[in-house]
């Protein structure tokens, strides 16, 4: 079951459940739409794979299964992602 992590790994923006602006990867790895597609360029700077949108869990399920309270706040080294970013972008996600 999905952590529902409550703010940016870098930039640290809030990110509540019904946030719409929260992007993951297949790790869970949870940015905001703006750090993850146009500073990241939809390459995960944890693990190289795509983003997609982080889904929103119910409010029925959310009382039952309550979203993550614990912040992860790793703001990436800009110059090492940005090489991570060139060797993989142009490789399409599910041949990374």
């Known amino acids: 079951m ?13 990110l509540p459940n019904t946030s719409t602006e929260a992007m993951i990867c297949s790790f869970e790895c949870t ?8 500073i990241f360029e939809n390459v995960c700077p944890s693990c190289a794979g795509n983003f997609v949108p982080r889904p929103i869990r119910p409010q029925k399920a959310i009382e039952k299964y309550p979203a993550s309270i614990k912040p992860i706040f790793k703001p990436k080294d800009l110059k090492k992602t940005r090489m991570n970013i060139a060797q993989y972008k142009s490789i399409p996600p599910e041949k990374r």
């Open 2 to 14: 999905l952590e529902i992590r409550p703010n940016c790994e870098h930039c640290n923006k809030e």
């Open 31 to 38: 940015y905001c739409s703006t750090c993850a597609i146009e």
